[in-house]
């Protein structure tokens, strides 16, 4: 989920949508964490930045999906999509004229209303495909937010006045998503200390943990107590005088003693 506040949609319209093409488009949408659905704020902005994305998009060449099958079950989803009331397909790429598994874009809009009424809309279209979601008040906005399933991302563009407004949707999505972006686009990850690439169920089977960066070793340890045992019987780790020489926790002072 991408969400969109008024004041930088005022003021960055254009330079958003650009950066939100990029991203839905980015390896022909298959990253893990392609925006798939835009909430913004009803009005003529909101309009404007429709049909800006809707021009990207309808001007990108399909692109390599990853195998025939997620291609073809790509271009299912579009075309059920498509299909459904209440929502309008705004744009769509060229179908492909080169040899390969390809697939072509695809823009979607729809009212808040219509999109708190068929919870389908958010369920995930793997490809260069997204969904802008216009909100007709803040209360719409907050209350698509607290029906968000888990999601590895959750990105909002805003003002610092904004942020201020919108202080409880930011609190919403904390418990919604495992790295919340500011300002930016969730497509790629920088591996380091800090990335979380986690998140609530369905994102992960445990949004405790993160896949990415240097607390991904906590996903795949098991914690194991070795309770009175001699010390050449203990793994090496544990021995006293830290054969292996590593850093380790000594009643919680960290040593290599």
């Known amino acids: 989920p991408v969400f969109l506040l008024p004041g930088a949609l005022a003021a960055r319209r254009e330079q958003i949508a650009e950066g939100l093409h ?8 298959q990253f893990c964490t392609k925006p798939g659905m835009v909430f913004v704020p009803a009005g003529v902005e909101a309009g404007n930045f429709a049909k800006s994305l809707a021009r990207r998009m309808a001007e ?4 390599v999906m990853l195998t025939p099958q997620i291609q073809s079950n790509y271009a299912n989803h579009v075309a059920a999509r498509a299909k459904q009331p209440n929502i ?5 790429g060229a179908a492909a004229s080169e040899p390969g598994v390809r697939g072509a874009t695809a823009l979607f809009t ?3 209303s219509d999109f708190l009424r068929q919870p389908d809309l958010a369920a995930e279209v793997f490809g260069p495909e997204t969904l802008v979601v ?7 906005m907050l209350e698509i937010a607290r029906g968000l399933h888990g999601h590895l991302t959750a990105t909002v563009h805003g003002t610092e006045e904004d942020l201020r407004e919108y202080r409880d949707l930011i609190e919403i999505l904390e418990q919604k998503a495992g790295r919340l972006v500011f300002n930016g686009f969730p497509t790629g990850v920088e591996v380091g200390h800090a990335i979380v690439h986690g998140g609530p169920y369905p994102a992960t089977s445990d949004g405790q943990s993160t896949s990415v960066g240097t607390q991904a070793i906590y996903r795949f340890a098991r914690p194991v107590c070795f309770q009175n045992f ?4 203990l793994p090496a780790e544990l021995r006293d005088g830290n054969p292996l ?13």
Do not use: F, H, W, Y
């Open 22 to 29: 990029g991203s839905v488009t980015l390896g022909a949408g």
């Open 60 to 63: 990108t060449a399909p692109q």
């Open 88 to 92: 309008s397909l705004e744009a769509q």
């Open 110 to 112: 729809a009212n808040a």
């Open 134 to 140: 216009s909100c007709g008040n803040r209360e719409e």
């Open 230 to 233: 001699p010390n050449d019987v």
């Open 245 to 257: 020489g590593i850093r380790r926790l000594m009643d919680g002072a960290p040593t290599k003693d």
